[in-house]
Every structure is written in structure tokens, then in C-alpha cells.
């Protein structure tokens, strides 16, 4: 497990994970790329299936006859479109306006059609809503997961903290690694990550949190400032992350 704050380079570009190097036992690629207004790039691995998320601008994704294009305010208030492709496909990227995606790779030998997913795709829900009085309330939105996308490896969904409040909460694990990716609404705001024994992270605009299977993870945020989250999870071969969470054992009596 691992909290740290990476910078983009000179490139434009945010590396978060890289399998066999950054924090390779999350088992993905992930990176954070800033694309000016006019330029392309195109992502595909002969081993790799690849999700392109859009955080903000204004974006062309195509995959073959697969396409779609899409603008996104923020990401508090906007929903997410994301291109998913299989190994040996390309998601080929333009952008319109300055914008910002999120590239989450991982190995994958099956063979699955390339889709976009436009914003009434996404699956929203709001989490925990009623509960300690609304303490740990947040909305969710699920790009696809094992449900709906069975033949990927992956999962990828954002969350959306209200201000103040606790999220990912209760305290729980699971065997699947998992990646954070936080924004901030500005360069004061702040919340902070609780890994394992409650150990304690600042999140900051930008950073990012692995959590290796087994270890609990809890997030909360200051007040005034809303917090975002791009949630990555990799399914482990034979056992796929189905949604469930397991619960420290000390807090399971609030879930009642």
C-alpha cells in the first residue's frame, strides 16, 4: 500500500501506477494526461485492454466504428464518458478543447467489442444516504464493474464526497487492489486517507492511494470543499470484485 502526490512532467503527463514498476502489485497501468486543444494520441497494447476516462474538456474518442465525443464541465458537477478497448484495439483520442483523461490499462486476453459509455451510461446512485446523520453520504458513479462489463478485468467508477463528509465508509477491504485518484476544488483544500490501523494521509489535489487486498481504507474531507475520486479496482484471476466489502470487524455494529 502506498499515498503519494505525483507531479505531471514535462510531457503532460501524471504517472500513478505502472505494472512491474510504481506500485506494481495494483496489477494496472494508470496515468493522468493534461491533451491541448487540437492534439491526438491513441492507446493500445497487444496485451492490455484500455479504459480512456474523460475528468474534464472537451474530447473525440474512436475505437474503429466506435465513436463518441463529449464536453465535461468538472467533475462535481458533470458526469464522465470513458472508451473501453480490448487488447489489440486502439482508443484514438482528439481533443477539442484543453482537457484531461485518465489512461487505466491492464492485462487481458479476452476479446470484447470496444465501447463508448456517454454519460446516460454511467449507473449514479447516492451511498449511505440516512445514516449517521448524512455524515458519510456520497453520490457514486459507476462506469462499469463486473455486472456490466464481465470480460474486463476492471472497474472504474467515481465518487463524489459532499463537503465535510466521510466516504468509503466504513472502514473495509477487500482481496482486489485498488487505486485512488483525488481532486480538489482548490489548492487550499484538503481531507485525509485512513490506510490500515488508521494511519493517516493528507489528500491534496492530485494524489493518489493504493490499497493492496486485505488493508482497510477510509476517507473524509474538510468542510467547504467537495471531493472527487476516480475509484480503479483489478479483479484478481478466479475471483472478480463483486461488489462486496468486508467490513473491520470493530465497526460492524454501526451498520445497524
Partial sequence: MSFSYPQFDSNGVKTLTSIGGKDGDMLMDIS????????????GYKDKEVCVLLTEGGINMRCGDVCGNAY?????????VALHVCAGDTAEIEAVTDCEILV???????????KFYDKQDVVRTTSCEG???????RDVNTVFDYSIAPYSN??????IARQGRWWSYLPHSHPQPEVYYYKMPAPE??????????NPYTIKD???GCFVGGVTHVQVTAPGYPMYCC??????DGNPWDKTRIVDERYKHLED
Fill in 32 to 43: 493522468v494526461v493534461k491533451v491541448a486543444a487540437g492534439d491526438k494520441r491513441k492507446y
Fill in 189 to 198: 483544500a484538503f481531507g485525509a486517507c485512513f490506510i490500515g490501523e488508521m
Fill in 131 to 137: 445514516m449517521w446523520e448524512n455524515t458519510a453520504v
Fill in 231 to 236: 475509484w480503479m479496482i483489478r479483479h484478481l
Fill in 154 to 159: 476492471l472497474v472504474v467508477g467515481e465518487v
Fill in 104 to 114: 487505466i490499462a491492464t492485462i487481458n486476453d479476452r476479446r470484447f467489442p470496444a
Fill in 72 to 80: 465535461r464541465s468538472d467533475v462535481y458537477t458533470d458526469l464522465p
Fill in 206 to 208: 492530485g494524489s493518489v
